[in-house]
């Protein structure tokens, strides 16, 4: 029997790794594929004014050297979950994307790509304020997905 395909939404955050536990404890199934997505957010290169000109070569090297240290960075999360997957047998996937959009814009594009039946993710607890200034990932993902979404909250603090 053919398993569903799921995904899950990873990066080195607390909230990820909670969201993996939660998925192997309640949901998957022996026969389950897992798509671990993670979504780089690439850093962003300071406005140049007028004197740009001037900075530009130094910018673009130093430039250069943050975005090899996020993918590394993005790299040594991916790896903590697949190393997990492998160790428990788990089907799984790594999709890796470069953030051009939105984070929760690439989650719902790259699990309807990949035929995901559900997408699993962790909250990171925004405040109120926050989260309406901002918006949130997760609140993106569970109004725009195609799928269920399943939504993993924090610890609560009682």
């Known amino acids: 029997m053919e398993g569903r395909i799921n995904a899950i939404a990873i ?3 607390i909230t990820s790794e909670r969201a993996f536990s939660w998925y192997l404890n ?32 130094s910018l673009t090297r ?15 999360a ?6 997990q997957c492998r160790e428990r047998n788990i089907k799984h996937e790594v999709i ?27 909250q990171r607890g925004l405040g109120t304020m926050k989260r309406l200034l901002l918006g949130s990932t997760s609140d993106y993902v569970l109004h725009h997905a195609n799928v269920p979404v399943v939504i ?6 009682n």
Not at 99 to 111: K, Q, T, V, Y
């Open 96 to 122: 890796f994307e470069d953030d051009f959009h939105s984070p929760g814009n690439m989650i719902c594009e790259m699990a309807q790509k990949h035929k995901a039946e559900a997408i699993i993710m962790g």
């Open 26 to 57: 309640h949901y998957h199934k022996t026969d389950d594929k897992l798509l671990l997505i993670h979504i780089h957010q690439m850093p962003q290169l300071p406005p140049m004014g007028l004197s740009g000109a001037l900075v530009a070569q």
């Open 152 to 157: 993993v909250p924090p610890p609560s603090e």
């Open 78 to 83: 991916i790896a903590k979950f697949e190393s």
């Open 11 to 13: 990066d080195d955050s």
């Open 62 to 76: 130093s430039f250069h050297e943050m975005v090899e240290d996020s993918i590394k960075e993005s790299k040594h």
